[in-house]
C-alpha cells in the first residue's frame, strides 16, 4: 500500500483507489481579471455576481443571452464570487474553477459525503481533472450530527496529510453540512485556502452556499463554532435537486418561505405560486424553478452586501439577522432532539410556526398574515411532529442561542408578510413564549 493511499484511509475519505499525484512547483496564485472569469459562464447558466469593496447591489439581465447576475458590494476588503445557477453545470467545474483560482493552482480537495459523490462526484471529478487539476476526494458523514469538530479535524488531517497549500483549493459538493464543514475547514487550514460551494440541496442552493458563513455545532447548541470565509464560486446545478429525497425537497421549499417572509411580498407570493402549481418532481427542471432560485439569491445576495458579517447591533430590514426569522426556535428544536428528527428546514418550518404565533401574540401581526405564512408552510409539505417534546426543554435550550446580545436571545418576529422585526427577548415574558410553542406543537 503506498503513502498516498494510506493518508486517505486514516481520515476515512476514499473514494477513488489509488489517487495520483503530481510533483507540484512553486508558485503564486493569479486571480484573472472579472471579465475574463464572467466569459466562462455557461451560455444556459443563471449567473448571480458577489462583489464585495464597493458600494451597491443591483440586478443585471444580459439582453439576448437569457443570462442574470446579481452584483452584491461590501464595504470590506474587495473579493468578488459569482453564483451559477442552471443546468449540468457539474460538468462545468473544472473550467470555473480554473477561471476564479488561477492556472497556476494544480491541488483541488474535494469534500462530499458518500451519497452525493456516488451520484456526481465522477462527473466532478473528469472535469476538474479536464482542467489539469489534481484532484483530492475526502468523504464525512451524511447528518447534521457530522457538523461537528470531529468531522472538522478528520478533514483537516487529510489536507494536511494530502500536503495541500495555501494556494491549492478546497470544493465542497453537497448539501449544507458539506457546505459549512468543507467551508469551516477551508477558512482554518493554513489561515484560510480558497473554496468552491457546490451544493447540492434546494436549501443550500437558495441559503447556506450564499455568503461566506461557515461552522460547526457543539453539544450545547447549533452553530456555535464558525468563521465567515466567502468562497471563490458557487456553482448550483439543479439537476442534482432530481435525486434528492423527498424531506430534502421539503426542507428546501421551508427556507424559501422564510426569506419570502422576511423579504417582499413580491418574493413571498413568486414562491408561493410555485409552490401551489410546480411542487413536482417534473417541475425541477423547469427555467421557472431557475428563475426562483435566482430570485432567492439576489435577496440573499443584497442583504449579504448590507451587512456581510452580521452586525448584532443593527435592526433594521437590511441587517443580516433578519435572515435567522424561525431559527431560534428550529436550532432548539434540532439540539433537543440531537440533530435525528428534523432536517435543517423542516426545524425553521415549525420555528417559522411559533414566530409567527409569538408575533400575533404580542400584538404585531395581524391573524391574516399569520395565516398566509401557515399556509404557506402547509405548501411545503409535511413537517415531523414536535408534539411529544417538552415545551420547557425547548424554551431552555434556546439560552445557548448563538444570536444573544447582552446575555438576551433576539426574536426575529414579523410585523407583516416582507416586514419584520427585531425583539429583545427582554420584551417577551417566559409564560407568553411557552403559550406560543404550546399551541403550535399542539398542532403538529
Given at each position: 500500500?503506498?503513502?498516498?493511499?494510506?493518508?486517505?484511509?486514516?481520515?476515512?475519505?476514499?473514494?477513488?483507489?489509488?489517487?495520483?499525484?503530481?510533483?507540484?512547483?512553486?508558485?503564486?496564485?493569479?486571480?484573472?481579471?472579472?471579465?475574463?472569469?464572467?466569459?466562462?459562464?455557461?451560455?444556459?447558466?443563471?449567473?448571480?455576481?458577489?462583489?464585495?469593496?464597493?458600494?451597491?447591489?443591483?440586478?443585471?439581465?444580459?439582453?439576448?443571452?437569457?443570462?442574470?447576475?446579481?452584483?452584491?458590494?461590501?464595504?470590506?476588503?474587495?473579493?468578488?464570487?459569482?453564483?451559477?445557477?442552471?443546468?449540468?453545470?457539474?460538468?462545468?467545474?473544472?473550467?470555473?474553477?480554473?477561471?476564479?483560482?488561477?492556472?497556476?493552482?494544480?491541488?483541488?480537495?474535494?469534500?462530499?459525503?458518500?451519497?452525493?459523490?456516488?451520484?456526481?462526484?465522477?462527473?466532478?471529478?473528469?472535469?476538474?481533472?479536464?482542467?489539469?487539476?489534481?484532484?483530492?476526494?475526502?468523504?464525512?458523514?451524511?447528518?447534521?450530527?457530522?457538523?461537528?469538530?470531529?468531522?472538522?479535524?478528520?478533514?483537516?488531517?487529510?489536507?494536511?496529510?494530502?500536503?495541500?497549500?495555501?494556494?491549492?483549493?478546497?470544493?465542497?459538493?453537497?448539501?449544507?453540512?458539506?457546505?459549512?464543514?468543507?467551508?469551516?475547514?477551508?477558512?482554518?487550514?493554513?489561515?484560510?485556502?480558497?473554496?468552491?460551494?457546490?451544493?447540492t440541496t434546494l436549501l443550500a442552493q437558495i441559503d447556506s452556499s450564499?455568503?461566506?458563513?461557515?461552522?460547526?455545532?457543539?453539544?450545547?447548541?447549533?452553530?456555535?463554532?464558525?468563521?465567515?470565509?466567502?468562497?471563490?464560486?458557487?456553482?448550483?446545478?439543479?439537476?442534482?435537486?432530481?435525486?434528492?429525497?423527498?424531506?430534502?425537497?421539503?426542507?428546501?421549499?421551508?427556507?424559501?418561505?422564510?426569506?419570502?417572509?422576511?423579504?417582499?411580498?413580491?418574493?413571498?407570493?413568486?414562491?408561493?405560486?410555485?409552490?401551489?402549481?410546480?411542487?413536482?418532481?417534473?417541475?425541477?427542471?423547469?427555467?421557472?424553478?431557475?428563475?426562483?432560485?435566482?430570485?432567492?439569491?439576489?435577496?440573499?445576495?443584497?442583504?449579504?452586501?448590507?451587512?456581510?458579517?452580521?452586525?448584532?447591533?443593527?435592526?433594521?430590514?437590511?441587517?443580516?439577522?433578519?435572515?435567522?426569522?424561525?431559527?431560534?426556535?428550529?436550532?432548539?428544536?434540532?439540539?433537543?432532539?440531537?440533530?435525528?428528527?428534523?432536517?435543517?428546514?423542516?426545524?425553521?418550518?415549525?420555528?417559522?410556526?411559533?414566530?409567527?404565533?409569538?408575533?400575533?401574540?404580542?400584538?404585531?401581526?395581524?391573524?391574516?398574515?399569520?395565516?398566509?405564512?401557515?399556509?404557506?408552510?402547509?405548501?411545503?409539505?409535511?413537517?415531523?411532529?414536535?408534539?411529544?417534546?417538552?415545551?420547557?426543554?425547548?424554551?431552555?435550550?434556546?439560552?445557548?442561542?448563538?444570536?444573544?446580545?447582552?446575555?438576551?436571545?433576539?426574536?426575529?418576529?414579523?410585523?407583516?408578510?416582507?416586514?419584520?422585526?427585531?425583539?429583545?427577548?427582554?420584551?417577551?415574558?417566559?409564560?407568553?413564549?411557552?403559550?406560543?410553542?404550546?399551541?403550535?406543537?399542539?398542532?403538529?
Amino acid at each position: 500500500m503506498d503513502a498516498t493511499y494510506s493518508h486517505v484511509c486514516r481520515v476515512h475519505s476514499l473514494f477513488v483507489t489509488p489517487l495520483e499525484f503530481q510533483p507540484i512547483p512553486n508558485r503564486t496564485q493569479v486571480i484573472p481579471d472579472a471579465e475574463a472569469f464572467r466569459r466562462c459562464a455557461h451560455p444556459r447558466t443563471t449567473l448571480v455576481s458577489a462583489e464585495t469593496g464597493s458600494s451597491a447591489d443591483k440586478i443585471v439581465e444580459e439582453r439576448g443571452s437569457g443570462l442574470r447576475r446579481v452584483v452584491v458590494r461590501t464595504k470590506e476588503r474587495a473579493h468578488e464570487y459569482e453564483i451559477r445557477i442552471g443546468e449540468g453545470l457539474r460538468r462545468e467545474v473544472g473550467h470555473v474553477a480554473r477561471g476564479c483560482l488561477g492556472d497556476r493552482v494544480q491541488r483541488i480537495a474535494i469534500v462530499s459525503n458518500a451519497r452525493v459523490f456516488s451520484l456526481y462526484g465522477t462527473a466532478v471529478l473528469k472535469s476538474l481533472r479536464g482542467s489539469g487539476f489534481t484532484v483530492l476526494p475526502c468523504s464525512i458523514g451524511d447528518g447534521e450530527r457530522f457538523k461537528s469538530m470531529q468531522t472538522v479535524e478528520r478533514v483537516l488531517c487529510f489536507l494536511n496529510e494530502s500536503g495541500l497549500e495555501r494556494s491549492d483549493g478546497v470544493v465542497a459538493l453537497g448539501g449544507g453540512v458539506v457546505g459549512d464543514v468543507a467551508g469551516f475547514a477551508a477558512a482554518i487550514y493554513l489561515r484560510g485556502v480558497p473554496f468552491i460551494q457546490i451544493p447540492t440541496t434546494l436549501l443550500a442552493q437558495i441559503d447556506s452556499s450564499v455568503g461566506g458563513k461557515t461552522g460547526v455545532n457543539m453539544g450545547s447548541g447549533k452553530n456555535l463554532i464558525g468563521s465567515f470565509h466567502q468562497p471563490a464560486a458557487v456553482i448550483s446545478d439543479i439537476e442534482t435537486l432530481r435525486t434528492l429525497p423527498a424531506r430534502e425537497l421539503v426542507a428546501g421549499w421551508c427556507e424559501c418561505v422564510k426569506q419570502g417572509a422576511v423579504s417582499s411580498r413580491k418574493l413571498f407570493r413568486e414562491t408561493t405560486d410555485f409552490l401551489k402549481t410546480s411542487r413536482t418532481r417534473n417541475a425541477l427542471n423547469s427555467s421557472r424553478l431557475e428563475q426562483l432560485i435566482s430570485s432567492h439569491c439576489a435577496f440573499k445576495a443584497s442583504i449579504v452586501a448590507a451587512d456581510q458579517r452580521e452586525d448584532p447591533h443593527r435592526s433594521d430590514q437590511r441587517s443580516r439577522r433578519i435572515l435567522n426569522f424561525g431559527h431560534t426556535i428550529a436550532h432548539a428544536l434540532e439540539t433537543v432532539t440531537d440533530y435525528r428528527r428534523f432536517r435543517h428546514g423542516e426545524a425553521v418550518g415549525q420555528g417559522m410556526l411559533v414566530a409567527g404565533e409569538l408575533s400575533k401574540n404580542l400584538g404585531l401581526l395581524e391573524q391574516t398574515e399569520l395565516e398566509l405564512l401557515t399556509k404557506a408552510v402547509r405548501l411545503c409539505g409535511p413537517l415531523p411532529s414536535a408534539r411529544d417534546l417538552d415545551e420547557h426543554a425547548v424554551v431552555s435550550a434556546i439560552a445557548h442561542d448563538k444570536k444573544r446580545t447582552a446575555g438576551r436571545v433576539q426574536w426575529v418576529l414579523l410585523e407583516r408578510i416582507g416586514r419584520s422585526r427585531i425583539v429583545d427577548g427582554k420584551e417577551i415574558s417566559s409564560t407568553l413564549l411557552r403559550k406560543s410553542v404550546r399551541e403550535v406543537f399542539r398542532r403538529t
